[in-house]
């Protein structure tokens, strides 16, 4: 029995083999990471190979948290417009049972779109990982394209980025550009922001005096709408994974 048994005993599994069975690696690429000094359990760098981990460690790679809960779900959604963000809608609208059809486990979705916003909702059943990226104190980056009335130019973009007074608080942007040029009496704003309040990104355009007409939220955290269709859902990434765990353990700390 090598040191790192007798100081764990033979609690858990082996940590090549728990790794290569979250498919981050062969076992001997695993091996040679731990040995690399790449790999840190529960915040403390492991270079032995006859460590063993618990099921709950947190086990991260060259600094990017992986996933070993397989019961835990991830999924991402491209949330049409009149759909409403739950999973049961007392008045009848549209919800999203609908796109779960094929989903065995209970997911909720994290945080909420308005019926008439469209894009990205994370879906999960990782109650942990779903309050640290819904809740505002965390401050969570999400980007949303929004054609706007009006000819927005670089002093309306100022105003969002330099921040004003709404009847709920200051507020500003973290990000703003115009998309293209505006075109028909409307335009394109992309707007990145970590604020959660309600409807926020149509007050912060209405009050520089140009209405939303369509939204869309391309991202949420690392996580990018891609070229994903509407109505479709689809697992997270391996890679996705890992973002978000990462963001979200990193976030807690």
């Known amino acids: 029995?090598?040191?790192?048994?007798?100081?764990?005993?033979?609690?858990?599994?082996?940590?090549?083999?728990?790794?290569?069975?979250?498919?981050?690696?062969?076992?001997?690429?695993?091996?040679?990471?731990?040995?690399?000094?790449?790999?840190?359990?529960?915040?403390?760098?492991?270079?032995?190979?006859?460590?063993?981990?618990?099921?709950?460690?947190?086990?991260?790679?060259?600094?990017?948290?992986?996933?070993?809960?397989?019961?835990?779900?991830?999924?991402?959604?491209?949330?049409?417009?009149?759909?409403?963000?739950?999973?049961?809608?007392?008045?009848?609208?549209?919800?999203?049972?609908?796109?779960?059809?094929?989903?065995?486990?209970?997911?909720?979705?994290?945080?909420?779109?308005?019926?008439?916003?469209?894009?990205?909702?994370?879906?999960?059943?990782?109650?942990?990982?779903?309050?640290?990226?819904?809740?505002?104190?965390?401050?969570?980056?999400?980007?949303?394209?929004?054609?706007?009335?009006g000819s927005v130019d670089q002093r309306v973009i100022r105003r969002l980025l330099d921040g004003f007074e709404l009847e709920d608080g200051p507020i500003r942007a973290d990000a703003a550009k115009l998309v293209g040029s505006p075109s028909k009496g409307h335009s394109m704003v992309e707007l990145t922001l970590h604020s959660g309040r309600n409807r926020i990104v149509r007050r912060m355009l209405d009050h520089v005096g140009h209405p939303v007409v369509e939204l869309v939220r391309r991202s949420f955290g690392p996580l990018h709408l891609g070229t994903l269709r509407s109505g479709q859902v689809r697992e997270l990434t391996t890679m996705e994974r890992g973002a978000i765990l990462t963001l979200a353990r990193g976030a807690k700390t």
């Open 1 to 149: 029995m090598n040191r790192t048994d007798r100081h764990e005993g033979a609690e858990g599994e082996r940590l090549q083999k728990v790794l290569a069975a979250a498919g981050v690696a062969s076992r001997r690429v695993v091996e040679d990471m731990i040995v690399a000094g790449r790999i840190t359990v529960d915040g403390r760098v492991v270079t032995e190979l006859g460590t063993r981990i618990r099921p709950d460690a947190r086990v991260t790679v060259d600094g990017t948290a992986v996933q070993l809960d397989t019961t835990k779900r991830y999924l991402m959604l491209n949330k049409p417009t009149g759909v409403v963000s739950t999973m049961s809608d007392e008045r009848g609208r549209p919800d999203l049972r609908g796109f779960l059809a094929d989903i065995d486990e209970r997911v909720y979705n994290v945080g909420r779109l308005d019926a008439d916003t469209s894009g990205l909702l994370i879906l999960t059943n990782d109650g942990e990982l779903a309050h640290v990226l819904a809740h505002p104190s965390f401050g969570v980056e999400k980007t949303y394209v929004a054609k706007v009335r």
